[in-house]
């Protein structure tokens, strides 16, 4: 197959997107980085962290976004390695990134990196990642592709502003590498790159001072991540890359390498790392994921890690994580300092966040099962699908059970095998170490009965001790 062929810039298929001020007088170029700029707005919540490069040859960054949005709107994408089959809670402030600006009208490709994930980038990491099967990185990229399109839904139907929004497109960079010969992509594209430039890299430099090293394929991820850029560059008209703080550096060489083939001006923008309260990245790598797909990390267990975020971090996090207008923030923290016990501000937080991951429905479940375990809610029980009960108590036995005319609390803790046959179980009953629906049982005896040990759904939440938990689905009623 022939080498990529190094045309000159294309506008793509996205109409609109051509910025014609990269042709007028620099003096007729005055760029509106005031208080009320996209740019500025974004760097005042926290969001936006770093800008590069600092000034441009024909066009600043901020004149991109602030010159007539509708007329001249801009294409911005941020890429995302499939992994995992699943999106976390680490990526979150690069999507809110991108969506951000498609609020503000502009274009926004989420790329999955079908074909850069089986390499490997090494920034920010100590050692080389775990090399994928090629059947498992397209696994992933589908789920992440679905997860991407997922939470876009999720931010058109429930976070509406009553603007006129740019686009979302997802896409694989499988999609133009999987058509490329590896000579034939070196010859025309190796050639523009240089040595010291790449080795200069910090990624790079804290890679071969380690006592792993670096393998080739590692240290060639920046060159396809910048081919990347190039390519979304001369197809969709994309000058700005989107990416984590760690990122920079690649970012640098996708702007070297276009400004170099074209002479055009792109730019990078930064968001920062999301950490754990010991300071390590979150994600896969780290072991401390919270993941953004529900058969991995349920509403409830998302809701939960944000509505424990301490005080001292939840009103940065409102800024990062939420569209909330800046002065509603500030009114719901006066309020919070108040009444600091209530946590109302992270309340608030955790079902923004949870509405945008998972929809209302998935809101609702992680209230409801927020209720149920914190407030021993019956009324909530009763309302929980057998899906919510299994993610709530995720280590919790769950067995399917026929309901026999006369089945007492003994017999139900026994099929269940919940206690210890013979009279060691049938003391830990009378002695309250039982109980069912929140309600301590401690008459062995007893026949179960229907809306008081057997909730309207079908189900008992069984207890025994403190912590440990069995769901019973009563069949035939």
Known sequence: MAAPIFRSFSWGRWSGTLNLSVFLPLGLRKAHSGPQGLLAAQKARGLFKDFFPETGTKIELPELFDRGTASFPQTIYCGFDPTADSLHVGHLLALLGLFHLQRAGHNVIALVGGATARLGDPSGRTKEREALETERVRANARALRLGLEALAANHQQLFTDGRSWGSFTVLDNSAWYQKQHLVDFLAAVGGHFRMGTLLSR???????????????????????????????????????????????????????????????????????????????????????????????????????????????????????????????????????????????????????????????????????????????????????????????????????????????????????????????????????????????????????????HILKNGLSLLKIGKRNFYIIKWLQL
Not at 261 to 272: H, N, W
Not at 430 to 443: A, D, R
Request: glycine share 8%; proline share 4%; net charge negative.
């Open 202 to 452: 910090q990624s790079v430099q804290l890679r071969l001072k380690s006592a792993e090293g670096m393998s080739l394929a590692e240290f060639f991820y920046q060159v396809l991540q910048a081919y990347d850029f190039y390519y979304l560059f001369q197809r969709y008209g994309c000058r700005v890359q989107l990416g984590g703080s760690d990122q920079l550096g690649n970012i640098m060489s996708g702007y070297e390498f276009i400004n170099k083939l074209t002479g055009e001006d792109v730019f990078g923008i930064t968001v920062p790392l999301i950490t754990s309260t010991t300071g390590a990245k979150l994600g896969k790598s780290a072991g401390n994921a919270v993941w953004l797909n529900r058969d991995k990390t349920s509403p409830f267990e998302l809701y939960q890690f944000f509505v424990r975020q301490p005080d001292d971090s939840v009103e940065r996090y409102l800024k990062l994580f939420t569209f909330l207008p800046l002065p509603e923030i500030d009114h719901i923290m006066q309020l919070h300092v108040k009444e600091p016990e209530r946590r109302g501000a992270q309340k608030r937080l955790a079902a923004e966040v949870t509405k945008l991951v998972h929809g209302r429905e998935g809101l609702d479940s992680a209230k409801r099962c927020t209720q149920a375990l914190y407030h021993s809610s019956i009324d909530a029980l009763e309302v929980m699908s057998d899906q919510e009960l299994k993610e709530l108590f995720k280590e919790a036995p769950f067995s399917e059970l026929f309901l026999d005319p006369g089945t007492s609390v003994l017999d139900t803790c026994r099929k269940a095998n919940a206690i210890p046959d013979g009279p060691r179980g049938y003391r830990m009953i009378t002695e309250g170490g039982v109980s069912i629906n929140h309600q301590q049982v401690t008459n062995p005896e007893s026949v179960l009965v229907v809306g008081q």
